[in-house]
């Protein structure tokens, strides 16, 4: 049992390269999720997805765009990479779309540096 | 938006001594929940409250729900060395609301004593 799948684990670019962060999950959740960790600031919530052919926008999506591609994947795109976006990016999920079961499952992470 | 203030932002610890974090907010939450960070990894759930007053065990970690519901706090008897990393505390403002509403602290670093 995998659990959160992301991919790749590093990644380098060059300002102005576009580049997509891709997330699988095989516990049939609902709700998935990408996250941005800086230091000293906590897990930031980029953009979310509560349930298949829906995305919403989290506290920090400028410069990002995602895609639920079925149940399963949720991606992450970079379309012109800058320097304030190096960070570490994780994916997470969760089972329930509403409710009090606020578990979340997460990956382990994607370094991403913008150079 | 929304802030929870975690404290203290690092500590040292030495083999078998006893470690507090907390969470604060100005806000009340439904939902508190402890995460553990390994080095290179996702952070981990550790516990999760859901009622006020809650006091909840896991092995060696002791959680609790504030009463207020604006604070939580996490315990660690007798620490042992696997315990460094990054604890976050997160909460979660609208029982069965928006999946976004999930605001995680920014991390209390666990790290061994030279």
């Known amino acids: 049992n995998a659990g959160v799948t992301q991919t790749p684990k590093f990644q380098v670019l060059k300002t102005g390269q576009s580049m997509t962060l891709q997330c699988a999950q095989d516990?049939?959740?609902?709700?998935m999720y990408w996250y941005r960790q800086d230091p000293g600031m906590g897990l930031r919530l980029i953009y979310y997805s509560a349930s298949e052919g829906t995305t919403d926008k989290g506290e920090v999506p400028n410069g990002y765009n995602v895609s639920r591609l079925n149940k399963r994947e949720f991606s992450l795109r970079l379309e012109s990479a800058a320097p304030s976006q190096t960070s570490v990016y994780f994916c997470?999920?969760?089972?329930?779309?509403?409710?009090?079961?606020?578990?979340?499952?997460f990956g382990s992470g994607t370094q991403l540096s913008v150079l | 938006g929304q802030q929870l203030n975690q404290s203290p932002q690092s500590m040292f610890i030495q083999e078998g001594e006893d470690v507090s974090m907390n969470c604060t907010s100005s806000s009340i939450f439904n939902t508190w929940l402890w995460y553990k960070q390994d080095p290179g990894e996702g952070p981990v759930l550790l516990i999760a409250?859901?009622?006020?007053?809650e006091l909840t065990s896991n092995g060696r970690l002791t959680a609790q729900f504030g009463i207020t519901r604006k604070d939580s706090f996490l315990n660690i008897s007798a620490s042992i060395p696997s315990d460094v990393g990054i604890y976050f505390c997160a909460g979660h403002l609208n029982y069965g609301g928006s999946q976004g509403n999930l605001i995680f602290g920014k991390g209390t670093k666990l790290s061994v004593k030279p």
């Open positions: 409250l859901y009622k006020a007053g």
């Open positions: 997470a999920s969760r089972r329930g779309t509403t409710g009090a079961n606020e578990k979340l499952f």
């Open positions: 516990m049939n959740h609902n709700s």
